[in-house]
């Protein structure tokens, strides 16, 4: 029965995963090793429950685990890149996007991530390389088009920002940050009005994470809307 048991845990791990239940995830595929200590699949599966508790360390020890078990599989050097962003370690995070990439090239939200690690450490140019890779594997990652739209603005080609905001917002129309992004893009090209109205829609989008945020895009819709205000008083004592 032991091979039975074993894939029923790594199962129902699963399931408890999809519903968030990290931590009854976490201790069926503990029983699964239990019965399976050299099984890949047991350590790949509670990394990513240990992920999602917050719980990085012991994900990336269990992704230890896994690619020494299994060192071509690209999927745990990108899940154990992901544990270290969360921990705030971008050139370790980095180190395994280039890991997952030399297994899978075509590994498209591995060059995503990797990208946005450059673009966090300031490597403009790397970042657009990879979001150009990104993009070129997946024509439809709202997230790299974004990605690579923050990074075109801090080259300052924001006509080019502009682009990749619309192409981000057309695949997730509710996709809030790149409402920001858009605003932030529109305001550099002097179109205040339609600054406005994307600051709007990212107020009406954003989630409880992005309180901060929606403070100061609320703030920048009552500057510019000041500064309208004054730019009509100006023209209408010119008349």
């Given at each position: 029965m032991e091979p039975e048991y074993f894939q029923a845990y790594l199962k129902r791990a699963y399931v408890y995963?999809?519903?968030g239940m990290s931590e009854q995830a976490v201790a069926d595929c503990s029983n699964a090793i239990r019965l399976?200590?050299?099984?890949?699949s047991g350590y790949l599966l509670r990394?990513?429950?240990?992920?999602?508790?917050g719980e990085f360390h012991k994900a990336i020890a269990d992704y230890d685990r896994a690619v020494e078990l299994n060192p071509r599989y690209a999927k745990a050097y990108y899940n154990r890149g992901n544990s270290y962003v969360e921990l705030g370690l971008t050139n370790l995070a980095i180190e395994n996007y280039t890991r997952a990439l030399s297994v899978d090239p075509k590994h498209a939200s591995a060059y995503c991530n990797?990208?946005?690690?450059f673009k966090t450490?300031?490597?403009h140019d790397r970042a657009l390389s990879d979001f150009e890779r990104a993009l070129a594997l997946d024509h439809d990652d709202a997230k790299s088009y974004y990605n690579r739209g923050c990074a075109l603005k801090e080259v300052?080609?924001?006509a080019e920002a502009l682009s990749d905001c619309d192409r981000a917002i057309a695949l997730v129309p509710d996709?809030?940050?790149a409402h920001l992004l858009r605003g932030r893009v529109l305001e550099e090209l002097g179109r205040l009005s339609e600054?406005?109205?994307?600051?709007e829609r990212f107020v009406d989008n954003a989630d409880l994470t992005e309180r901060c945020e929606v403070e100061y895009a609320q703030a920048d819709i009552t500057r510019l809307e000041g500064m309208l205000e004054n730019v009509a008083s100006a023209d209408a004592s010119g008349d």
């Amino acid at each position: 029965m032991e091979p039975e048991y074993f894939q029923a845990y790594l199962k129902r791990a699963y399931v408890y995963l999809e519903m968030g239940m990290s931590e009854q995830a976490v201790a069926d595929c503990s029983n699964a090793i239990r019965l399976r200590p050299a099984s890949f699949s047991g350590y790949l599966l509670r990394g990513a429950a240990y992920r999602q508790s917050g719980e990085f360390h012991k994900a990336i020890a269990d992704y230890d685990r896994a690619v020494e078990l299994n060192p071509r599989y690209a999927k745990a050097y990108y899940n154990r890149g992901n544990s270290y962003v969360e921990l705030g370690l971008t050139n370790l995070a980095i180190e395994n996007y280039t890991r997952a990439l030399s297994v899978d090239p075509k590994h498209a939200s591995a060059y995503c991530n990797r990208g946005i690690c450059f673009k966090t450490l300031g490597q403009h140019d790397r970042a657009l390389s990879d979001f150009e890779r990104a993009l070129a594997l997946d024509h439809d990652d709202a997230k790299s088009y974004y990605n690579r739209g923050c990074a075109l603005k801090e080259v300052g080609r924001y006509a080019e920002a502009l682009s990749d905001c619309d192409r981000a917002i057309a695949l997730v129309p509710d996709y809030a940050i790149a409402h920001l992004l858009r605003g932030r893009v529109l305001e550099e090209l002097g179109r205040l009005s339609e600054a406005i109205d994307s600051y709007e829609r990212f107020v009406d989008n954003a989630d409880l994470t992005e309180r901060c945020e929606v403070e100061y895009a609320q703030a920048d819709i009552t500057r510019l809307e000041g500064m309208l205000e004054n730019v009509a008083s100006a023209d209408a004592s010119g008349d």
